[in-house]
T-cell receptor, first 114, second 112 residues
Framework: DSGVTQTPKHLITATGQRVTLRCSPRSGDLSVYWYQQSLDQGLQFLIQYYNGEERAKGNILERFSAQQFPDLHSELNLSSLELGDSALYFC?????????????FGPGTRLTVT | TQLLEQSPQFLSIQEGENLTVYCNSSSVFSSLQWYRQEPGEGPVLLVTVVTGGEVKKLKRLTFQFGDARKDSSLHITAAQPGDTGLYLCAGIIVAGANNLFFGTGTRLTVIP
């Protein structure tokens, strides 16, 4: 158990819909990272937040957005869903935003878009 | 094109055999990590290497960071069925944003 929690574990929804994935980092960790893992693309970095502020952006679509709240939990919002958005979405946390030697991953949310 | 290429992509070996997984890039990394991921779970950090030429051992696993910090290898001695999983290398680029770039992955199956 990494100490990072993600909900829900599974999510099935239809194209065009909007969903919210939730992540609670390890106690004391200020950075939260979101990743997408699909069969053909591997594990792709989406976005990072540090202590409530966006710190780095990766391959995140404009239809996706995220935020980190004062209690440090984070949410990833996916809208206008397409079949290709079906994937595992992981959240990871680390203590700092610099020299991120170690990231601890949650169990993931499996999103299926039908 | 992936920043970090791993080879082989798939590996199936008998219990007790040795194996090496490679992680290569044309970019220089300030640090490099190895993760193992099991089906339905998130990646679990195995090791972090930060110095060129560094070698770290974790029981039967030996990790090496290349002198130029562009590549790494993972060697497993006397593989066991419990070693089965997806092995991922991940690195932070020098002078880049502090986010991890993950390798393409090596799926290892150890047959009892």
């Amino acid at each position: 158990d990494s100490g990072v929690t993600q909900t829900p574990k599974h999510l099935i929804t239809a194209t065009g819909q909007r969903v919210t994935l939730r992540c609670s980092p390890r106690s004391g960790d200020l950075s939260v990272y979101w990743y997408q893992q699909s069969l053909d693309q591997g594990l792709q970095f989406l976005i990072q937040y540090y202590n409530g502020e966006e710190r780095a952006k990766g391959n995140i679509l404009e239809r996706f957005s995220a935020q980190q709240f004062p209690d440090l939990h984070s949410e990833l919002n996916l809208s206008s869903l397409e079949l290709g958005d079906s994937a595992l979405y992981f959240c990871a946390s680390s203590p700092t935003d610099r020299e991120t030697y170690e990231q601890y991953f949650g169990p993931g949310t499996r999103l299926t878009v039908t | 094109t992936q920043l970090l290429e791993q080879s082989p992509q798939f590996l199936s070996i008998q219990e007790g055999e040795n194996l090496t997984v490679y992680c290569n890039s044309s970019s220089v990394f300030s640090s490099l990590q190895w993760y193992r991921q099991e089906p339905g779970e998130g990646p679990v950090l195995l090791v972090t290497v930060v110095t060129g030429g560094e070698v770290k051992k974790l029981k039967r696993l030996t990790f090496q960071f290349g002198d130029a910090r562009k590549d790494s290898s993972l060697h497993i001695t006397a593989a066991q069925p419990g070693d089965t999983g997806l092995y991922l290398c991940a690195g932070i680029i020098v002078a880049g944003a502090n986010n991890l770039f993950f390798g393409t992955g090596t799926r290892l199956t150890v047959i009892p």
